[in-house]
């Protein structure tokens, strides 16, 4: 089993900035990709980036220019730095983790979700 904990949500005011961060934890598992999603109430949860272990990343093009995500891969942590928040960035972040273990197929994990509130 993998753990996925997120931190760093919270209350900003539009135009601010957040930094989110997630760890993995857990034994026997190697790092695929790691990511974010987020998901407002009334939307379906969409990607907002992903990075792999080499540090190849990818981007929604709502938050391009404005995200960073990066990773540790000696911690298993994966960060994303938000700045020039907007209101339609509010929503719940949830981190997303792809994981080998073992000879087992691919296998996903997501963190239990951290809240970001943009106020105008």
């Known amino acids: 089993q993998v753990q996925v904990v997120e931190s760093g949500g919270g209350l900003v005011q539009a135009g601010g900035s957040l930094r989110l961060s997630c760890a993995a934890s857990?034994?026997?598992?190697?790092?695929?990709?790691m990511g974010w999603y987020r998901q407002a109430p009334g939307n379906e949860r969409e990607l907002v980036a992903s990075?792999?272990?080499?540090?190849?990343?990818n981007y929604a093009d709502s938050v391009k220019a404005r995200f960073t995500i990066s990773i540790d891969n000696a911690k298993n942590t994966v960060y994303l730095q938000m700045n020039s928040l907007k209101s339609e960035d509010a929503a719940v972040y949830y981190c997303?983790?792809?994981?080998?273990?073992?000879?087992?197929?691919?296998?996903?994990?997501w963190g239990q979700g951290t809240q970001v509130t943009v106020s105008s």
């Open positions: 997303h983790v792809n994981v080998l273990r073992g000879w087992n197929p691919l296998q996903t994990y």
């Open positions: 857990g034994s026997d598992f190697r790092i695929v990709t």
């Open positions: 990075i792999t272990k080499d540090g190849n990343t």
